[in-house]
């Protein structure tokens, strides 16, 4: 019997490492890559700590990958990794022609993220106007969405669809996992 499903369900989640308050220099991205509820490979590559490349790294990153071709959505844990390197989702979803849908597990607070970007950030107007531009973010749940190439009813189908064990949909819950073990210090163990 063949299942026919109507939302993407070969997903990428993107998710950053931690890393200290004074680091400069380049953050690890991990990428989970899922197939409905199964976890079928892992993407990483590295972007500037507050710099401008992260929406280019991600598009080189996939691109390259042997997943590129199946993919049908791209799932980022916020607009910014690695501080503010904000991603470009309308540029992600036009140079990939997939859907992007950035998950937050809570609603961003507009004011101080552009009072940081506009005081603190090189490059803040630039990044502040990305943020703008990336739409309304929009209640989908227990979680808050922006999205570019895919309506609201399927992203909220996706989000409902594939947050098994928690409010965050399980390809950024993976990536998450994944980040946070890859950056543990040596002798230092996370559980």
Request: glycine share 8%; with cysteine.
């Amino acid at each position: 019997m063949k299942w026919i499903v109507s939302y993407p369900t070969h997903i990428v989640g993107f998710d950053d490492t931690p890393f200290p308050k004074d680091h400069r220099g380049d953050v690890t991205v991990v990428g989970a890559i899922y197939t409905a509820a199964r976890l079928d490979g892992v993407l990483c590559t590295r972007i500037r700590r507050d710099g401008a490349n992260a929406t280019d790294r991600i598009i080189e990153t996939i691109r390259d990958s042997r997943f590129h071709g199946h993919l049908q959505l791209i799932l980022l844990q916020g607009i910014a990794l690695a501080g503010f390197n904000v991603v470009d989702i309308h540029r992600l979803h036009r140079s990939l022609n997939l859907p992007v849908l950035v998950v937050c597990r809570k609603r961003p607070d507009f004011d101080a993220i552009r009072r940081a970007l506009l005081e603190k950030v090189k490059g803040g107007r630039r990044k502040w106007r990305l943020i703008r531009q990336a739409g309304p973010v929009e209640p989908a749940g227990k979680v808050f969405i922006q999205r570019a190439g895919i309506d609201y009813a399927t992203a909220l189908t996706v989000v409902r669809n594939s947050a098994i064990y928690s409010n965050v949909p399980e390809p950024l819950r993976s990536a998450h996992i994944i980040a946070t073990g890859i950056s543990a210090r040596p002798g230092r163990q996370r559980v």
